[in-house]
């Protein structure tokens, strides 16, 4: 079945760090991949999508970039911010279904300090 | 503004107690989801509906029952037959085209059984 591998967390950074979170996946087809945030106490929040294998996702000075070669969605961000801690989740919805579900990573806490 | 409520927000009942958690969309959006996350798992698949009338399960369905009456309103309840029910309570829906299926997130209700 879908699965999808997050690396373990908590991350800890200190403000203006680069931040690489990993994200590699399992699936039949070309699943479109998410990252989601979640800020304490909240819901899930949509930081950025790809649908389509090379396609680059962006937000809120967030990239990542769909390789299909390495089944993998990594999440980067140049500078960060005591803002962005939080916790992030990959995502995937299998190809072709359009009210598919989505198979979710374990999450990585995200922590920066100032 | 249009969005996803879930309430209560806390959620407290005794063990053996029936429980049922709310979810209103007013997006209009066709499909709903309920995932349960517990720390250090991401999010679980529980039951979805893509239409009126109609659900199916998802990965955890037993001890949970739904029902979709109106499009707005997507129910669960967490019965006394649910082994561990101590958890936050996510639920999603997702809408046509126009959001490019993209699934938005109520705030959650934690809900603690005792």
């Known amino acids: 079945g879908d699965s999808v591998t997050q690396m373990e967390g908590p991350v800890t950074l200190s403000e203006e760090a680069f931040l690489t979170i990993n994200c590699t996946y399992t699936a039949t087809g070309y699943p479109s991949l998410f990252w989601y945030v979640q800020y304490p106490g909240e819901g899930l929040q949509l930081l950025l999508k790809?649908?389509?294998?090379?396609d680059k996702g962006s937000n809120k000075g967030f990239e990542a970039t769909y390789r299909k070669e390495t089944t993998s969605f990594h999440l980067e961000k140049g500078s960060v911010q005591v803002s962005d801690s939080a916790v992030y989740f990959c995502a995937l919805r299998r190809g072709g279904t359009s009210y598919g579900k989505l198979t979710f990573g374990q999450g990585t806490i995200l922590t920066v300090h100032p | 503004d249009g969005g996803i409520t879930q309430s209560p927000k806390y959620l407290f009942r005794k063990e053996g107690q029936n429980v049922t958690l709310s979810c209103e969309q007013n997006l209009n959006h066709d499909a709903m989801y309920w995932y349960r996350q517990d720390p250090g798992q991401g999010l679980r698949l529980i039951y979805y509906?893509?239409?009126?009338?109609?659900?199916q399960k998802g990965d955890i369905a037993e001890g949970y029952s739904v029902s979709r009456e109106k499009k707005e309103s997507f129910p669960l309840t967490v019965t006394s037959a649910q082994k561990n029910p101590t958890a936050f309570y996510l639920c999603a829906s997702t809408g046509g085209q126009e959001s490019s299926y993209e699934q938005y997130f109520g705030p959650g209700t934690r809900l603690t059984v005792t």
């Open positions: 509906s893509q239409i009126v009338n109609d659900f």
């Open positions: 790809a649908t389509k294998a090379d």
